[in-house]
């Protein structure tokens, strides 16, 4: 029997008329992947499936700890595409008027850059990770015990020069709050209702610290000398509506045709900074982190691998982007200890082997079978992505080149085409080509560089693996 909770949610989604996935819903209320509390997920800007868990609803709002810094990054982004903030900006700019930034320990802060700040490349010595961050020796449970929050951070010594390490740093995370509120004269909360969120739909957000106790028991009144809300961590949202922020970063910073956030700072978000050739953190080759932006790549059980970027909080909140898929995938927890399967266990083997790639114009090229190197295909998506049509160069048995037509309808990651067989014309001749329906065929997408092409004649009935030549899915 369904909870309550799910058929509540499930009112509200109208469109949303079946779940895929079978099975995970029951898996994740049995607690097989954690303390999850709510988990959604669109594809093509629609919802393909969303459910509820351990006594929350679709409204209520969640803590999401550290994707506050990724929310923090797009506030950067709109005020850098409005010309108040640029990415070579150096600390003293937002700080001198409140510290002496050019004497003492504040000194050698100066060269630090906003883009240093962004990449977690700013050279301050910081170490959040080794000490659970409810220990009381934490840098950031010192930073959120001392007085002055700015004050804490800028008189920390450094152990590096701006952009030469990766290291993690709530603490300086917290500087964008400033960064904001001196360039705009408002508050993150203010900035972010007016640029962001609001222009999203998004009207119910709350900021407040982590506490045990839950809502309501955390830290509310900000200890800087602005008194404003912290871009490191403390925002509350609804899983809708961190879709929706996930979605503007997939849709190129654009929402119901207004551009929030430039391409260009998406793209600089999720470039790798920080890798695995720079940085001992980071094992796997497409791994890294951009601009207050985690980036990986996911491999599921089909073999495929696909490119992911996603911004994370303590406790597993998720808001993970996959381009390929069209995806955007949600979840909030309360997992500050679980070690378990989560998030990253469901994608890999419950979600992403349910989805292909739409069949588009990233599909356009050539492609062939490299088990019959020298033949091959090509492909073009017409009429806004509905209509597939290509041409099909092989040979017959007895060695004779052979040439065919494509031309039918897409449907999501399928085309079914008609295949017609070509006779008649004669090189650098006008004659007549005659064309015969020789059978149908099937195009259905695997990943970026895949494609597998199915063949029903009464001359064959088989399936052709290709692999592109030329392209790309960018």
Aim: hydrophobic share 35%; charged share 20%.
């Amino acid at each position: 029997m369904k909870r309550l909770p799910v058929l509540f949610a499930l009112f509200f989604c109208a469109q949303l008329h079946a779940q895929p996935f079978d099975g995970l819903s029951d898996d994740i209320a049995n607690g097989d992947y954690g303390n999850l509390k709510a988990v959604v997920i669109s594809r093509h800007g629609e919802v393909i499936y969303e459910d509820y868990f351990r006594g929350t609803f679709v409204n209520e709002l969640h803590v999401l700890n550290s994707v506050t810094k990724s929310v923090g990054s797009a506030l950067i982004g709109i005020a850098n595409r409005q010309g108040k903030i640029q990415t070579d900006d150096q600390l003293p700019k937002f700080f001198n008027a409140l510290y002496p930034m050019s004497t003492g320990s504040f000194s050698d802060k100066q060269a630090i850059t906003v883009e240093a700040v962004l990449q977690q490349r700013h050279g301050i010595t910081w170490d959040e990770w080794t000490l659970d961050y409810r220990d009381v020796n934490n840098p950031l449970y010192g930073m959120i015990a001392s007085g002055d929050w700015y004050r804490n951070v800028l008189t920390t010594p450094i152990d590096a020069q701006p952009g030469e390490k990766f290291a993690y740093s709530t603490g300086v995370s917290t500087l964008m709050s400033r960064m904001i509120r001196s360039t705009t004269g408002m508050s993150p909360r203010a900035f972010a209702m007016a640029e962001l969120f609001g222009p999203l739909g998004i009207s119910n957000i709350h900021w407040e610290g982590w506490s045990a106790g839950g809502r309501g028991s955390g830290l509310t009144d900000w200890p800087n000398p602005d008194e404003d809300e912290p871009l490191g961590f403390g925002i509350w949202m609804k899983p809708r509506d961190m879709l929706k922020f996930g979605q503007l970063y997939l849709d190129d910073g654009v929402y119901n045709g207004r551009r929030i956030l430039d391409k260009g700072w998406i793209d600089a978000s999720w470039k790798t900074y920080s890798n695995s050739e720079n940085t001992e953190l980071f094992t796997n080759p497409g791994s890294g982190y951009g601009y207050q932006w985690w980036v990986t790549r996911l491999n599921d059980t089909r073999g495929r691998s696909f490119p992911a970027y996603y911004a994370d909080g303590w406790g597993h909140q998720f808001i993970l982007v996959i381009p390929e898929l069209d995806v955007v995938f949600v979840s909030v927890a309360d997992d500050y200890d679980y070690t378990g399967p989560g998030i990253g266990t469901i994608l890999r083997t419950v979600v992403l082997p349910e989805l292909n790639p739409r069949l588009d114009n990233r599909y356009d090229g050539a492609w062939y079978d490299p088990q019959t190197d020298g033949q091959g295909v090509t492909l073009e998506i017409l009429d806004d992505g509905n209509r597939l049509v290509g041409f099909w160069y092989t040979y017959d048995e007895n060695g004779e080149k052979r040439w065919f037509i494509f031309n039918g309808e897409i449907s999501g990651d399928v085309a079914e085409v008609s295949i017609l067989q070509t006779s008649g014309g004669r090189f650098l001749q006008p004659d007549p080509v005659e064309e015969s329906e020789w059978g149908t065929g099937r195009f259905i997408t695997v990943d970026c560089n895949h494609v597998n092409f199915e063949i029903i004649s009464a001359e064959v009935k088989t399936t052709v693996e290709l692999t592109r030549i030329t392209g790309n899915c960018s």
